[in-house]
């Protein structure tokens, strides 16, 4: 079965720093999606991409967060300033199509010291 | 009222249990119902999709109720690896947004 990757799968940053976190989709898959999970808490939806442009974002993906697919293949996650409450699990889905099922990569860990 | 809501649990039964979830959603429009399986520090895995009609995937049986607004998971004979936490998730009408529920935790014991 088709995966979507994440890289890292660990990532360790210091307040301030910025971070990029990189999924490989499955291919001809065209809806994109960051999620992200606070430990112990829900999964929250962050954005959602659709032909090179952000089709919906969330109250929590503010001036710090962008997305982009830089090369048409890789989907990114680019967060500028990390504060010590980016700590969480981050995972990219993937969509074939409107209304069908999300496929999730493995998620990168962030921490944020 | 929240988008998604789901009773958290935790649902302690016995293996070969049959074991119910409801979840309820608050968008009367929502279109695409799922339910996903999350085990501890990984990411959710889709179960199986909600239709209309209801459907069954061997143990599990999915069905919907459009007019109360609510989608239930059915398990029969629970196995011990079915513990995990159960998590409910339904598109919203503005855009393609797919909502997660906190999750429901099943601990099956022998």
């Known amino acids: 079965e088709p995966e979507v990757t994440q890289t890292p799968s660990h990532q360790v940053t210091q307040m301030g720093q910025e971070v990029i976190l990189r999924c490989v989709p499955i291919?001809?898959?065209?809806?994109f999606y960051w999620y992200r999970q606070i430990l112990g808490q829900k999964v929250e939806f962050l954005v959602s991409?659709?032909?090179?442009?952000?089709?919906?974002k969330s109250e929590i993906f503010d001036d710090q967060f962008s997305v982009e697919r830089p090369d048409g293949s890789n989907f990114t996650l680019k967060i500028r300033s990390t504060k010590l409450e980016d700590s969480a699990m981050y995972f990219c889905?993937?969509?074939?199509?409107?209304?069908?099922?999300?496929?999730f990569g493995n998620g990168t860990r962030l921490t944020v010291t | 009222r929240k988008e998604v809501e789901q009773d958290p649990g935790p649902f302690n039964v016995p293996e070969g249990a049959t074991v119910a979830f409801n979840c309820t959603y608050s968008?009367?429009?929502?279109?695409?119902f799922f339910w996903y399986r999350q085990d501890c520090r990984k990411e959710p895995k889709l179960l199986m999709s909600?239709?209309?009609s209801g459907n069954e995937d061997g143990r599990f049986t999915a069905q919907l109720n459009r007019a109360s607004q609510y989608i239930s998971l059915l398990i029969r004979d629970s196995k011990l690896s079915d513990s995990a936490t159960y998590l409910c998730v339904v598109n919203m009408e503005y855009g393609n947004k797919l909502v997660f529920g906190a999750g429901t935790i099943l601990r099956v014991k022998s």
């Open positions: 291919s001809n898959h065209l809806y």
């Open positions: 968008n009367s429009a929502s279109q695409s």
């Open positions: 991409f659709y032909n090179n442009e952000i089709s919906e």
């Open positions: 909600v239709y209309s």
């Open positions: 889905a993937n969509q074939g199509a409107v209304n069908s099922p999300l496929h």
